[in-house]
């Protein structure tokens, strides 16, 4: 069982940054490939960014450039950075261990409101 904290959630105005981060219990964090999810009112939930436990990243397109994924596996977190925010940004931001079989077991945060004002 993983646990995950998220933090760093808020509102913000358009143009503007937030950070958030995400904790994970265990002593296996440096293993994990992770990810940041996001979904909005009456939306699908879609993936913003991911890193795997070697450190690569990748990015939708609607983010890349504006979001960085990082993680400290000292401190079992992984961090967003959101620049340049938009009000098509709002939404939930969910943490997630993103197994790396088919089938493989999902855990998830409670998830942290951005919410980004125009």
């Known amino acids: 069982q993983v646990q995950l904290v998220e933090s760093g959630g808020g509102l913000v105005q358009g143009g503007g940054s937030l950070t958030l981060s995400c904790t994970a219990s265990?002593?296996?964090?440096?293993?994990?490939?992770m990810g940041w999810y996001r979904q909005a009112p009456g939306k699908q939930r879609e993936l913003v960014a991911k890193?795997?436990?070697?450190?690569?990243?990748n990015y939708p397109d609607s983010v890349k450039g504006r979001f960085t994924i990082s993680r400290d596996n000292a401190k079992n977190t992984v961090h967003l950075q959101m620049n340049s925010l938009k009000p098509e940004d709002t939404a939930i931001y969910y943490c997630?261990?993103?197994?790396?079989?088919?089938?493989?077991?999902?855990?998830w945060g409670q998830g942290t409101q951005v919410t980004v004002s125009s």
């Open positions: 265990g002593s296996l964090f440096s293993t994990y490939t």
């Open positions: 890193i795997t436990n070697r450190g690569n990243t």
């Open positions: 997630a261990k993103i197994p790396v079989l088919r089938g493989g077991q999902w855990y």
